[in-house]
C-alpha cells in the first residue's frame, strides 16, 4: 500500500464542479473537498443526493470523514459542507480570507445571522498551517487571486487540491473580477503551486472541456500546465498576464448561480434563516438603472 493518499473524484456536470474525496491509506482518515449542494434555481430545490453519494463511498471504503474542506466561497455551486458536518461530524475548514469575502456580501443580502468573524466555519486556515489526514500531513497554501479565501490543499508529498485557481492545462485561468479579486495576485499565487515539483498533480474544481477534447477531465501535472497553459505556461510575463486576465474578466456574464451559492458558502453550507412565514429564501438583489 503506498503513502500517497487514495483519491476518489466526483463530478457534477449541472454545475461542472469536481469534489474531491481524499483518505490516508494507514488509517482512513478522510476529508471531503468542495462538496456540492444539489439545487435547482427554477424551483429552487434543493437536494443532497451528490453529498450521500460521496458519504457512501466513504463508508463502502471504510473511511472515515473528518474533514470538510472548502478552496474557498464558491460563485457557482452551493456547499454541501453542513450537511455532511451534520451526518459525520467533520471539521469545516476554509482560507481565512473568507473574511473579506463576508464582509462584502453580507450587507448586500442584510444576512445578520452571518457574523463577521467567521464562525460559521469551525476552522479558519492560515498560509503555511498544516492539518493532519491520519499519517497524512496537509498544507495550506494561501492562493487568492480568484477570490480573498481561496487556497491550494498539499495533500502528502504530490497531490494539490487547488479549486478555482487553474484550470486543465488546455483550458486556462479563473476570473478575477469577484469583489476582492486581483489578477496580479492571481499571478503570483499560480507561480507559487507552479513552483511545486514537476510531478505533483493538481486537482482542478471544475472543468467545462476546452474546445476540442470530449470528455472531462480534472487531473493534471504541474509539468504540463507550466508546458501548455494558455494563460501561464513558462514564458509568460505577470504584466501579460494581468492584460490578458483584466481583457477577458471585462466580457464574462455572471455566473447563474452567483447569489445563490455566496449565500450558501459563506455562511458555510448553512442555508439562509426561515422568514417569519416558516419559509427560507434566495435572496436576488436588484440592480435598478441610475435615475435619469
Partial sequence: MGDGPLIRSFF???????????ADPHTGAAAII???LDYDPASGQIGTASAEAMLAEAEKAGWCVCWVLETHAHAD??????FIKEKTGATTAIGEG???????????????????????????????????????????MATPGHTPACVTYLVGEDAAFVGDTLFMPDYG????????GDARQLYRS???????PPETRLYMC??????????????????????SNPHVHDGISEVEFVAMRERRDAK????????????????????????????????IPIDEPASA
Fill in 12 to 22: 457534477d456536470e449541472a454545475t461542472n464542479t469536481v469534489s474531491h474525496l481524499v
Fill in 34 to 36: 468542495d462538496p456540492v
Fill in 77 to 82: 455551486h452551493l456547499s454541501a459542507a453542513e
Fill in 98 to 140: 473568507i473574511l473579506e469575502v463576508q464582509k462584502a456580501f453580507r450587507p448586500l443580502f442584510g444576512a445578520e445571522d452571518c457574523e463577521y468573524d467567521g464562525s460559521d466555519f469551525d476552522r479558519l486556515l492560515a498560509d503555511g498551517e498544516h492539518l493532519e489526514l491520519g499519517t497524512l500531513d496537509i498544507e495550506v
Fill in 173 to 180: 485561468t479563473a476570473r478575477c473580477d469577484f469583489p476582492g
Fill in 190 to 196: 499560480i507561480k507559487r503551486v507552479l513552483s511545486l
Fill in 206 to 227: 471544475h472543468d467545462y472541456k476546452a474546445p476540442g477534447r470530449d470528455t472531462f477531465a480534472w487531473e493534471t501535472t504541474v509539468g504540463e500546465e507550466r508546458k
Fill in 252 to 283: 464574462l456574464p455572471v455566473p447563474k448561480l452567483l447569489y445563490p451559492a455566496i449565500q450558501v458558502n459563506m455562511r458555510a453550507g448553512r442555508l439562509p434563516p426561515p422568514q417569519s412565514n416558516g419559509r427560507r429564501y434566495i435572496l
